[in-house]
């Protein structure tokens, strides 16, 4: 298995999409259900920092640029 930490954003992403329809199938083994639950955990958090980290980079540019306005991320609803 490949090292997790090495994923981009969108590597992380299918992995937890793939996850997720696993679970929502709903006729996986409890145990393997955790186990999946937590390596959905860990794929979450690390998109999560990721989009941190492009939130600090953009606002550090455009903060550069003259403008002091902030950059956010619009996230999904």
Do not use: R, W
Not at 2 to 29: C, H, Q, R, W, Y
Not at 45 to 67: R, S, Y
């Amino acid at each position: 298995m490949e090292n997790k930490n090495n994923l981009s954003f969108e590597e992380a992403m299918l992995e937890l999409e793939t996850i997720v329809e696993k679970l929502e199938k709903g006729d996986v083994p409890l145990e393997k259900a955790i186990s999946y639950y937590q390596e959905g955990m860990k794929l979450s958090k690390m998109c999560g920092d990721k989009l941190h980290n492009v939130q600090e980079q953009m606002t550090k540019i455009m903060n550069e640029q003259g403008q002091l306005e902030t950059f956010e991320v619009q996230e999904e609803e």
